[in-house]
């Protein structure tokens, strides 16, 4: 693992020489060499040769977005290191990573969600490459541990065996499995998470934050030509998955398809070789969840609470609270809920129902026994023009739920859930604790200026 980055901080590895600025060109000979990008303790660095480019596309990531970096070049024959410096923010303030959930979401009820707060010195990581997240998540168990991810973590890379090279093989590289009292964070504003899909499962207080999550793409997609009318390419893997789980914390991130957005992928059997699942479920009986502060962007089906009707035992589960999110050219699920007593509250909605490659579908759907408690969201969706186009069941007729809505606007007009949609509203339950609501009007401007990564100090 990592040690803290020296006081006085570097534009390269120790032993290296600049060799270009941003957008010049390195040369490094006709032998490889390691090669590195970044400023100020921020690098990476890949084993190149020839004249290079010194460009993000490079290199494949941005340690230090917004600030001209450097290149530099190692030895001939030596090696890359395999675990150069973490990126320190330079926000002043108290270190995130401690931080328990907030009081207003259902992550705070149950004796709250604090993660590995309570982690030793020991059991605080700062990890950048698959190995080592494994390996620090192992160690600890279900013991409090503080885990710090920078760069660009890929499952699929060679530290973790290379390229899936089946639906199974992804099945087993891919997964995160992550123990209780476990918080992973994100160091910067561009840590990513590639190929991978975390798993919390079976566990309790479980927080996640500052991510940037690439939505899994399965290897093998299978069709399945009774699904609809016509047929539809079915995949597994989802960004985060909360199964059995209790006090989660999801807060912070960003989940997307891209770079491997839906207008990327083949054309097959009529349909678009959909190889994306969800970016984050909750099921089987999972409670005291809070999803928050999360940009959710070009993505299909988004959010899955509860994960099929006749799983029954989920009535009176599933305590989910949705606030101050942003969902960007999101098509539809945000979330679905079956069962689940779900707070949604001062969401930002952002899209298009002729979106060219994301169209709008609809954005709460009302499955069967939902019970959905919906105050002060903000839903711009161009084209559409009531509630009908924003709520749904999207199961079978018969089975359907409730919702109650106040304060809500569709593109700056009363959502009217009570006059333009049918569904009950006996939602059976009240929320449990105190929400300091901002109205719709201001929910827009908030959500942007706060949702998504970089907005945290991890020191």
């Avoid at 710090?148 to 899936?164: E, H, Q, R, V």
């Avoid at 934050?209 to 390419?233: A, Q």
């Avoid at 952002?350 to 026994?369: D, K, Q, T, W």
């Amino acid at each position: 693992m990592s040690s803290t980055a020296a006081v006085q901080a570097a534009d390269w590895p120790s032993g290296y020489s600049k060799c270009a600025d941003e957008g010049g060109t390195c040369k490094a000979g006709s032998s490889a060499r390691p090669v590195s990008f970044g400023i100020k303790d921020k690098f990476v660095v890949k084993s190149l040769s020839g004249d290079i480019p010194c460009t993000v596309a490079s290199f494949g990531a941005d340690p230090y977005p917004g600030i001209n970096k450097k290149c530099a070049v190692g030895p001939v024959g030596g090696t890359t290191p395999t675990d150069p410096p973490p990126p320190t923010d330079p926000v002043p303030g108290g270190d995130a990573s401690t931080e328990a959930a907030p009081a207003s979401g259902w992550a705070g009820s149950n004796g709250g969600t604090s993660g590995g707060a309570a982690a030793p010195a020991t059991a605080i990581y700062k990890v950048n490459s698959p190995s080592q997240l494994l390996a620090a998540l192992k160690a600890q168990g279900n013991n409090p541990k503080i885990i710090k991810l920078y760069g660009t973590i890929d499952m699929a890379a060679a530290d973790n065996g290379g390229p899936f090279a089946s639906t199974s093989d992804q099945s087993t590289r891919s997964q995160i499995k992550v123990g209780s009292n476990s918080t992973l964070i994100g160091m910067g504003s561009d840590t990513r998470l590639v190929n991978s899909s975390i798993s919390i499962s079976g566990v309790q207080n479980v927080i996640v934050r500052n991510l940037t999550i690439v939505n899994p793409c399965d290897v093998n997609p299978v069709w399945d030509p009774n699904d609809g009318s016509t047929g539809n390419w079915n995949s597994e893997f989802d960004g985060v998955v909360i199964s059995n789980a209790k006090n989660v914390w999801i807060d912070h991130n960003v989940f997307t398809d891209a770079p491997v957005t839906d207008d990327t992928l083949p054309i097959s059997n009529g349909k678009v070789k959909q190889c994306h699942d969800g970016a984050l479920d909750v099921k089987n009986g999972s409670d005291y969840v809070t999803v928050s502060h999360n940009r959710f962007e070009l993505h299909t089906k988004n959010n899955l609470i509860g994960s099929s009707d006749s799983t029954t035992s989920d009535d009176g589960h599933l305590t989910v609270t949705f606030n101050n999110n942003h969902f960007l050219h999101v098509s539809e699920r945000a979330p679905r809920v079956r069962f689940g007593k779900v707070h949604v509250y001062n969401n930002y909605f952002e899209g298009s129902r002729s979106h060219a490659v994301y169209p709008h579908h609809y954005s709460i759907g009302v499955a069967y026994l939902a019970k959905i408690i919906s105050q002060n969201n903000a839903f711009d969706i161009a084209g559409a023009t009531s509630c009908t186009n924003i709520l749904t069941n999207p199961g079978t007729a018969s089975k359907t739920g409730a919702i109650t809505d106040t304060g809500s606007l569709l593109n700056g007009a009363a959502l009217n859930v009570a006059g333009q949609c049918s569904f009950s509203s006996s939602v059976g339950w009240s929320v449990p604790y105190t929400v300091q609501l901002l109205s719709a009007t201001a929910v827009k401007q908030a959500v942007l200026s706060n949702a998504g990564t970089g907005k945290l100090t991890v020191q």
